[in-house]
């Protein structure tokens, strides 16, 4: 079925993504991955193409539309070249939202330029050792000292931990539990006392950095408060179901391609005399993948238009994120399976695809809190 969601103007911008990806990706991506970590100069180079800070404003530099088809052809163009490592969806549609929303005139003068040219690298660090989806764990904590907060505590599994010149950290800033007194607060490159862990070796994504960070007596000015104080679990709560809408489009977009890869595959591949493609069995495989891919690809595609209008609740972000990651990690094993011994080998896209988009069912919020937030609203 041919997408109806997209106009020319968005069909324009999916040929800049890819003629970006071609030029400035592609020939490093393996450099980058042996590294662990993508090249500065590649977000430069995003920023100077103006992939960076689509929602921004124009007066500090950004592309000033709150369109989020233009961000979903990103991330589905991302998704095809295999290039997760440049993690320009995590910048734009996950701690972008929170500096546009929340940020002062004065913090959006002093971060959003960068932010947009590819000189500010961003992060969120919500994740702890004790406490993952579960925000109301989180025990990195700061202290009211008049004029700066003294921050201290860990963080993991944080994406552009290594690169981040700007991390928005999640902390208690009151004692009280539960959800209550979490805030927001940015800390800087450079700061005394916030230190990098190692870079986290991964069975996927190898060239997207994700760090540990640690926080020892920073002192965060006060000015670097981002939305309201002990506002932070609803700051968290609004920009989440972008956040997993984000990682939606990329699960069935990966899901499609490894269709499209293995269609190819059985097609050219003999077995028993003849091409795979002929033997009922892989007939119905494709069969399958296909229909659940079409099934899956409308609802998507109604979700993205949806909360382009602004529209879209956080049940229906996490239906679509529970379902298209779940059909990414399904259809993956199944393409790997159909490829034989040659689907185990990493120069086969199919085998990096089956290991980068393993983490897609954990990270946002795992399958079962998008269950559990789905059966609340209807049980409740």
Aim: glycine share 10%; hydrophobic share 40%.
């Amino acid at each position: 079925m041919k997408r109806q969601i997209f106009t020319a103007e968005h069909e324009a911008f999916r040929e800049t993504v890819r003629t970006f990806l071609t030029k400035e990706v592609a020939p490093h991506y393996e450099q980058w991955e042996r590294d662990g970590i993508v090249s500065r100069e590649a977000w430069r180079a995003a920023g100077r193409q103006g992939l960076l800070g689509l929602a921004v404003p124009e007066e500090y530099g950004g592309g000033g539309t709150d369109d989020f088809r233009y961000s979903a052809v990103l991330t589905e163009e991302f998704t095809r070249a295999g290039a997760a490592g440049l993690a320009i969806g995590l910048h734009n549609d996950i701690v972008g939202p929170y500096l546009t929303g929340l940020a002062t005139a004065e913090q959006k003068r002093r971060w959003l330029p960068g932010f947009c040219s590819g000189e500010i690298i961003t992060a969120v660090a919500m994740t702890e050792p004790g406490a993952g989806s579960d925000l109301q764990g989180i025990r990195t904590a700061a202290e009211d000292r008049g004029d700066h907060w003294l921050l201290n505590g860990s963080k993991t599994f944080i994406s552009n931990g290594i690169l981040a010149d700007l991390v928005v950290v999640v902390a208690r800033t009151t004692p009280e539990g539960g959800a209550k007194g979490l805030s927001l607060l940015v800390v800087e490159r450079g700061t005394a006392g916030f230190e990098r862990g190692r870079n986290l070796d991964k069975i996927g994504q190898k060239a997207q950095d994700t760090a540990e960070l640690f926080f020892h007596d920073v002192r965060v000015p006060k000015e670097n408060l981002l939305g309201e104080l002990n506002g932070g679990f609803v700051h968290l709560m609004t920009n989440l179901a972008q956040e997993r809408m984000n990682i939606a489009v990329a699960g069935i977009a990966a899901a499609e391609h490894l269709l499209e890869l293995t269609t190819d595959y059985v097609k050219e591949r003999e077995a028993f005399g003849r091409p795979l493609a002929k033997l009922q069995h892989i007939r119905f495989e494709i069969a399958e993948m296909a229909t659940e891919c079409a099934v899956t690809r409308t609802f998507l595609d109604r979700c993205i238009a949806e909360h382009t209008a602004g529209t879209l609740d956080a049940v229906h972000a996490s239906m679509a994120k529970w379902w298209a990651t779940e059909l990414q990690k399904r259809v993956a094993d199944r393409c790997l399976q159909l490829h034989g011994g040659y689907g185990y080998m990493t120069e086969y896209r199919v085998a990096k695809a089956f290991t980068d988009g393993r983490i897609q069912t954990i990270y946002g919020g795992t399958t079962e809190i998008m269950k559990e937030i789905i059966g609340r609203s209807l049980l409740s």
